[in-house]
């Protein structure tokens, strides 16, 4: 038996479409970029099960899961070891 992990990028967001830094800035989805995340869902659930959806506790990202959550019928898990820039030490 194997397991596939299926890595999905956030839709667009304001700050995307305008190629401004966001690092842990919480911008959401904007409309394009919540079509993205119905788009994303449906083309996944045309081909594959997923069992979890994990999702950064960031907006944007969890507005994508979510979209896939709709789909299957699950919650997503939120976990902060998903955001991609993590800040540490002191400034």
């Given at each position: 038996m194997s397991t596939n992990i299926i890595l999905v990028r956030h839709g667009q967001t304001e700050?995307?479409?305008?190629?401004?830094?966001?690092?842990?800035?919480?911008?959401?989805?904007?409309?394009?970029?919540?079509?993205?995340?119905?788009?994303?869902?449906?083309?996944?659930l045309s081909q594959w099960k997923p069992v979890a959806?994990?999702?950064?506790?960031?907006?944007?990202?969890m507005q994508t899961a979510d979209a896939l959550a709709k789909c299957f019928h699950q919650s997503v898990i939120?976990?902060?070891?998903?955001?991609s820039i993590m800040v540490t030490g002191k400034a």
């Amino acid at each position: 038996m194997s397991t596939n992990i299926i890595l999905v990028r956030h839709g667009q967001t304001e700050w995307n479409r305008l190629e401004r830094f966001r690092g842990r800035y919480d911008v959401p989805l904007n409309s394009t970029g919540l079509k993205q995340a119905d788009q994303v869902a449906k083309r996944i659930l045309s081909q594959w099960k997923p069992v979890a959806i994990y999702s950064s506790p960031l907006s944007r990202a969890m507005q994508t899961a979510d979209a896939l959550a709709k789909c299957f019928h699950q919650s997503v898990i939120s976990t902060d070891g998903l955001i991609s820039i993590m800040v540490t030490g002191k400034a």
